[in-house]
């Protein structure tokens, strides 16, 4: 009896082995940004064990999503309650006394406007996978199926998922696939367009008259066209360009979709960022422009190929559940971060001047972060986990940012493997060969990447990637600068006093140091972050009147800063030094050859 007892618990999990999981999504009062989803599991087993991811892919961060997750039931097929507990902080296990199948319920509270998380209100909602639903702990390969039961006035939903056979339905052949395809529901104007006999949806939530979406719909079809002509195709049936103008930031890629944040009045604005490096004691808060939302399309659909499906091995097969380390994030990200830009030029969205800007700015932003010396740009992606998304006011002083260091360092490669080849071949070409040769399930290792750059350039790379990868030496423009027939535009204007001493721009009213830059006057004199700066030589200072009022003073002397620190008041010797700003900004030399412009012309237009 023991046996036969056995053997049908073996033979009911065997036909539940390839059931789907079937997941109802609901928004019985979407004001509260909560949505309620019910799922049926296939069991067979004593017992069953659920979890919910950890972190999404694409953000190299543990958000812990099981967090907004409340009132958890679980029920047999009659609708009678389950024991459950709780064994981890994002996994629950359902006693199913071998019930066939069990069903969970549960609420999710989603009022995060950001890429890598959930939001509903009474207008719309726009849901992440990994935040929204749980799944079988060593479930394997399985189908996952969801449907929405929209809110009375809601009309409208997508996602880059397989539409189901009923309204609002989708389907996800695995969990990699139902974490990898955000939702949206709600009554956004939808812009379709074909590229390539693919259909593409550009979804504007929040659009209106300030906000052009059949023109920002044609602006976003001539990237497509540029990536499409570069690859020879595109990878999907469909893709859906989520955007929402809420006034948010950021992007996400996803494996045939991108959620995306801007301004509704972003579209509108023609104004340019100021060249140069940021200045760090200017308040970051600046009106989102086109040419940044443009460049933010660029750079997350690059992500189809690379990340998505030309992936670093150590990110496939996901574990949803702890953090998964490369030192590639320099190619997935900075790569990207490279080609955003240099596809706008490329699809006539943008001018050469303004390739150049962006170009520079990066180089600006490396040029000026001390931490360039102390970590390479490999280490720097490895520590994303604990680096890039967690970072403080002394992280510019001791690591670089891997987007950065990698855009630079594509600018670079893409140079070297030109000049090398006389121009035959680009990182174009070693691109599509990384993709022709580990575009597929399994991905490369950082040696196969620099592998396929040595094909590519017909020479031997090692000690150039050595350099620029695994150290922290300065990484050499003359090469690139010699190819195109550039410059950086001679140094204009005298010296200028340097503190390195950045302000809090949230802070009404006061004088707040948010940060020290290492190797500068204040970082030498004692400053700290958290100081609040009150009066110079006996002299109050007011928000406004930042770091003006040091020009009242000659360079080479001393000041005496009375500061606030943890409300004790005391005075700080500020050295003022005064250094020629350094330029970084790019501009075609007015010597340079028909050959080096017929160079420049290339790389614009391949």
Known sequence: MKRFFLFLVWLCAALNAQEPLRYTVRFPQPHTHYLEVAAQAPAGTPEVELYMAAWTPGSYLVREYSRFVED????????????????????????????????????????????????????????????????????????????????????????????????????????????????????????????????????????????????????????????????????????????????????????????????????????????????????????????????????????????????????????????????????????????????????????????????????????????RLVTPVEQASFDAWIGLYRATENSPNVTISYYTKGQVIGLLLDAKIRRLTGGRRSLDDAMRLAYQQYGGERGYTPQEFRAVCNETAGAVLSDWFRRALETTEELDYSEMLDWYGLRFRPAQGRPQLVTGITVSAGIPGRIVISGLRRGTPAYGAGFNAGDEILAVNGFRVRPEQWPSHLDNYKPGTTVEVLIARRDLLMTLKLPLEARTPESWTLEARPDATAEQKSRLAAWLNP
């Open 72 to 371: 958890f039931r679980a029920r047999d097929p009659r609708g009678r309650a389950l024991r459950w507990e709780k064994t981890r902080k994002n996994r629950w296990k359902v006693y199913a006394g071998g019930a066939a199948s069990i069903e969970v319920s549960y609420r999710v509270y989603a009022r995060e406007m950001s890429v890598q998380g959930n939001w509903v209100d009474s207008s719309f909602a726009m849901l992440n996978g990994a935040p929204t639903f749980m799944t079988l702990a060593g479930g394997g390969k399985r189908r996952h199926e969801v449907r929405l039961e929209l809110p009375p006035g809601w009309k409208k939903s997508i996602s880059g998922m397989k539409e189901g056979t009923a309204p609002h339905s989708w389907i996800a052949e695995d969990f990699d696939e139902l974490v990898d395809c955000p939702i949206y529901a709600g009554n956004a104007p939808i812009h379709e367009f074909t590229v390539a006999g693919r259909k593409h949806y550009l979804v504007n939530e929040g659009e209106g008259p300030w906000w052009d979406g059949a023109a920002s719909a044609r602006d976003v079809a001539k990237i497509v066209e540029v990536y499409a002509r570069m690859f020879g195709g595109l990878p999907y049936e469909k893709y859906v360009f989520f955007n929402l103008l809420t006034g948010a930031g950021g992007g996400l890629e996803h494996r045939n979709s991108t959620w995306m944040n801007t301004s509704r009045w972003s579209y509108g604005n023609a104004q340019e960022a100021p060249a140069g490096a940021p200045d760090p004691s200017a308040p970051r808060a600046r009106r989102p422009a086109r040419l940044g939302w443009l460049g933010l399309v660029s750079h997350e659909y690059f992500h189809l190929w690379n990340v998505k499906r030309l992936r670093p091995v150590e990110l496939g097969p996901f574990d949803y559940e702890n953090e998964n380390y490369t030192r590639s994030l320099w190619l997935a990200e900075g790569v990207t971060s490279y080609y955003g830009p240099l596809t706008l030029a490329r699809a006539k969205l943008s001018t050469q001047q303004q390739l150049l800007r962006a170009m520079s700015q990066a180089i600006a932003q490396l040029q000026s972060t001390p931490g």
